[in-house]
């Protein structure tokens, strides 16, 4: 009971008091249990809240930045990395996080995703995939599995999935990472390691939407699909020891790939330093 | 111009942007190259970092104007440069300017279009984009200069008056003038006046992003300072929070508005050349501008009693203003490079004792100076 009241302190903590509950999304929905991972990682981490900027794009969890206490940038569909870019480059200082879902990163805002992992510039990405377009009324997304239903699906999806993980990596991050809203924490531990690495760290959750996914496909209300999570997730070091075969229905979890490339605003410091420039941080 | 003057520097339109920028304390640039406009990218990557200011080459426009609002929020005084195909993909990101109330510069030199149209070639087809380019109600600063040496001024002017009204400001050149040279000095530091935002001086708590003051501008704090604010694309309350309420939504709409209106006479510019005695007039803005101030000497020459208006301002539009100059001619002469968007605003304001005439050219050549000769000696 004291651990409860304590994390519930915690959370208050880190609301906004103003902001007129309750939020937005459904019952049940996964973006509340990211949303508390989020901020015990941030609590435990000890970080400033003035110094904490989240940054979102458009959908279901992009409306979660105007809960928290910190300084706060709700912008376009798809293009919150390249806001958070700005703010970065502008001021190193700041921490940032970018709360985005499946659609606003993979498919709108993709191309803002890839670079930003290219540049391995330090912002900490959850991306929240719950497979589906949910603010919109449950579309398919570049994250639908083959042959899953949508409202523009409804012979079943006849598109391939993008692997968001394995885009990151191609692309240049320096700290990929998976996990669920079945392992919170896990999630936390994931969400912590991406806020402390200097670089590009991309956490991607998946996450239910038992309103329109979980609907549609028959896969039952948000206990099932937390369920199913816990029964097809495979943490990193276990899968490697898998062969293939026992790896056919299991996704990946856990930090799967991490390298000490160095920062975009690292690199630029040091452009700044070759031309014997002194570091000013805007007024 | 004092060619004698040893600080005076022969520069492209494009060059003095950058100038312009940088007196103005710009901190932040973010682009994507595209001709015409890609000398202020190059410009910008090389002079910022040596004023410790951060250059950016981004993915594309979309983010190029992303970067700049996140990097305004966080206290920069920012810019960035396009044309055309660039431009048209930044009105998505300009709205979000536009209601997040975030000060920042795009230049757009223009090249004639529809989409990639003429990379190369001169234009003025974008007042209308500059002015209506992004969905929904708010009401655009859009600067246009003529000379290298405004290029430089209305860069500075856009800064201030970004800074002052937290709006973006729009610099409306085009291809001919970015890529032409001329000489000219550069003031001294403070012979302009330089503006930043006006910075809270409430205590945190007490702090509203979007303040309703008595000259609708909100003091702007920056991301880190303490004052943890929310910005959204979203129409917002005083605080920054989403909100359906009807009066909250109009109340935030008529800010974006007022807020310009209001101080409309003190963004307006005009020059005017001949215009005491002239029965007929040219008016016109950019490039073309320097092609009726020739017509108008030439025409004088033959006794033609003429005079020149220069829209430094095209938007706000000065309506009373120009309605004033414009009730002392018998004529006037609309001259633009596309197939007639400026004089349609100039008909709406005309008196109806003023004959609007219309000239236009849209080949991706300059409107020569005797192209306009011909036109007054047509309508006189």
Not at chain 2, 122 to 150: C, F, N
Not at chain 2, 206 to 212: A, L, N, P, R
Request: net charge neutral; aromatic share 8%.
């Amino acid at each position: 009971m004291d651990k409860i009241a304590h994390g519930s302190d915690v959370t208050h903590h880190y609301l906004r008091p103003k902001k007129k509950f309750p939020n937005v999304w459904c019952a049940g929905c996964g973006n509340g249990i990211v949303m508390g991972a989020l901020i015990r990682s941030i609590d435990r981490l000890n970080l400033d809240k003035d110094k904490v900027v989240v940054v979102s794009g458009i959908g279901c969890s992009s409306r979660m930045p105007v809960y928290l206490d910190f300084n706060t940038l709700h912008t376009t569909h798809g293009r919150a990395l390249a806001f958070a870019t700005g703010v970065k480059v502008a001021k190193p200082d700041l921490k940032v996080i970018v709360i985005t879902g499946d659609g606003d990163a993979l498919a709108i805002g993709g191309n803002h995703f890839i670079h930003a992992c290219r540049r391995n510039i330090d912002i900490t990405t959850i991306l929240i995939n719950n497979k589906i377009y949910g603010m919109t009324g449950g579309q398919f997304a570049p994250t639908t599995p083959g042959g899953s239903f949508a409202t523009t699906a409804p012979y079943g999806n006849y598109e391939k999935q993008f692997d968001a993980v394995k885009l990151a990596i191609g692309s240049g991050a320096s700290y990929v990472s998976r996990g669920t809203v079945y392992h919170v924490q896990q999630l936390e531990k994931l969400i912590e390691g991406g806020l402390n690495k200097r670089g590009f760290s991309l956490v991607d959750v998946y996450s239910n939407c038992h309103t329109y996914y979980g609907r549609f496909n028959k896969e039952g209300d948000a206990v099932k699909m937390l369920e199913w999570f816990k029964k097809h997730a495979m943490p990193i070091e276990a899968a490697r020891k898998l062969p293939p075969e026992k790896m056919v229905d299991k996704f990946v979890t856990g930090l799967i790939h991490e390298t000490d490339a160095t920062e975009f605003c690292q690199e630029y410091d040091m452009l700044l330093d070759r031309l014997g420039v002194k570091k000013e941080v805007a007024k | 111009m004092n060619n004698n003057n040893n600080k005076a520097r022969l520069l492209q339109g494009n060059e003095a942007c950058v100038q312009g920028a940088l007196y103005a304390g710009a901190e932040f640039f973010a682009g994507y190259p595209i001709t015409p406009s890609t000398e202020v990218a190059e410009g910008m990557s090389r002079e910022l970092p040596k004023v410790g200011g951060k250059f950016i080459q981004m993915e594309d426009e979309i983010a190029s104007m992303a970067a700049i609002i996140g990097a305004s929020n966080a206290g920069c005084k920012s810019m960035t440069a396009t044309s055309g195909p660039g431009f048209s993909l930044m009105q998505e990101n300009i709205g979000y300017a536009y209601i997040t109330e975030t000060p920042c510069v795009i230049i757009n030199v223009q090249r004639g279009g529809p989409s990639t149209g003429l990379p190369t070639k001169i234009a003025q087809s974008d007042i209308m984009q500059a002015r209506w380019g992004t969905h929904g109600d708010y009401t655009a600063v859009v600067l246009a200069p003529s000379t290298v040496k405004e290029c430089f001024e209305e860069v500075v002017r856009a800064f201030n008056l970004a800074e002052r009204f937290r709006t973006p400001v729009v610099v409306l050149t085009d291809e001919v003038l970015g890529h032409m040279r001329e000489m000219m000095e550069i003031p001294e530091p403070g012979e302009i006046n330089v503006i930043r935002r006006h910075k809270p001086d409430v205590p945190h708590d007490w702090y509203k992003h979007f303040e309703i003051t008595p000259s609708f501008v909100s003091s702007m704090a920056s991301f880190g300072e303490g004052y943890r604010y929310n910005v959204t694309g979203l129409i917002h309350d005083q605080e920054g929070f989403p909100t359906a309420n009807p009066v909250e939504i109009k109340e935030k709409l008529d800010k974006l508005r007022l807020k310009i209106d209001r101080f409309a006479d003190e963004i307006y510019k005009i020059r005017t050349d001949m215009m005491d005695d002239a029965h007929i007039a040219i008016l016109s803005f950019g490039t073309v501008s320097r092609s009726a101030r020739q017509a108008i000497k030439m025409a004088r020459d033959k006794r033609i009693k003429i005079g020149a208006i220069q829209l430094l301002t095209l938007w706000p539009f000065p309506d009373a203003k120009l309605r004033e100059m414009l009730s002392g001619v018998r004529k006037v002469i609309v001259a633009e490079l596309n197939m007639g968007q400026l004089v349609n605003e100039v008909k709406r304001i005309a008196p109806r004792h003023t004959e609007v005439h219309e000239l236009q050219r849209y080949d991706g050549e300059v409107m020569a100076p005797q192209q306009i000769l011909d036109k007054i000696r047509e309508v006189k």
